[in-house]
């Protein structure tokens, strides 16, 4: 059982990145899935998240407007598309799952650091 988040890497500020989540050992399609990141001294913060099969979606007002959060069932894959990235998006990223209605992340990802240096 597992999420594996990878797209991680250095950009300039301004540029994009997308960012993959890949599932495996549960049941996909019933889970909300979400990105969290934590930046460097300071405490993690849900970013978005995206619903099951009506996929609707949620975006933290700091990257609202510049990330696109999306999944593909079929695949048991979520992404993160990050465009206009800017100095404060460095943080390690994280995708995570929890069941519909439930409040508990029960599978995260390990971790993908993004780097936007000023």
């Known amino acids: 059982v597992q999420l594996q988040a990878s797209g991680g890497g250095l950009v300039q500020t301004g540029g994009s990145l997308r960012l993959s989540c890949a599932a495996s050992?549960?049941?996909?399609?019933?889970?909300?899935i979400s990105w969290f990141r934590q930046a460097p001294g300071k405490e993690r913060e849900g970013i978005a998240c995206?619903?099951?099969?009506?996929?609707?979606?949620y975006y933290a007002d700091s990257v609202k407007g510049r990330f696109t959060i999306s999944r593909d069932n079929a695949k048991n894959t979520g992404a993160l598309q990050m465009n206009s990235l800017k100095p404060e998006d460095t943080a390690v990223y994280y995708c995570?799952?929890?069941?519909?209605?439930?409040?508990?992340?029960?599978?995260w990802g390990q971790g993908t650091l993004v780097t936007s240096p000023a």
């Open positions: 050992g549960f049941t996909f399609d019933d889970k909300v």
């Open positions: 995570a799952a929890r069941p519909i209605g439930g409040s508990t992340y029960a599978y």
């Open positions: 995206i619903s099951d099969r009506r996929a609707s979606t």
